[in-house]
């Protein structure tokens, strides 16, 4: 029998910005942590983060810094809330890029 060797471990990081190169999968991160029962903001600017790294450029990094550094995505949670007590929900989607 031939053994074979495997990685025990990944470096989770990289992984997590590799997989959220998908849009999809970068829009349904934000959107579970959205949906958290109990908000917590640092996790969002993290989240972010993660996503800017996969998807965005410098520009968008400093962005999150700013986003991570403020109350802003406190903010977005209380909208979040405040949308869910109207019967709304804040959702975070793949924007269709025109076929022309």
């Keep these: ?8 471990s990944r470096d989770y990081q990289e992984y997590l910005v590799n997989s959220l190169k998908d849009p999809d999968r970068a829009a349904g991160y934000i959107a579970a942590i959205l949906e958290e029962s109990e908000p917590e903001p640092e996790l969002l600017a993290s989240a972010i983060d993660d996503v800017a790294s996969a998807l965005g450029g410098d520009g968008d990094r400093q962005w999150v810094k700013d986003f991570g550094a403020s109350d802003k995505s406190q903010a977005v949670y209380e909208l979040a809330t405040w949308l ?9 989607s793949v924007r269709q ?3 022309a």
């Design 1 to 8: 029998m031939q053994s074979v060797k495997v990685p025990t």
């Design 84 to 92: 869910d007590k109207l019967g709304l929900k804040l959702t975070v």
């Design 97 to 99: 890029l025109d076929q």
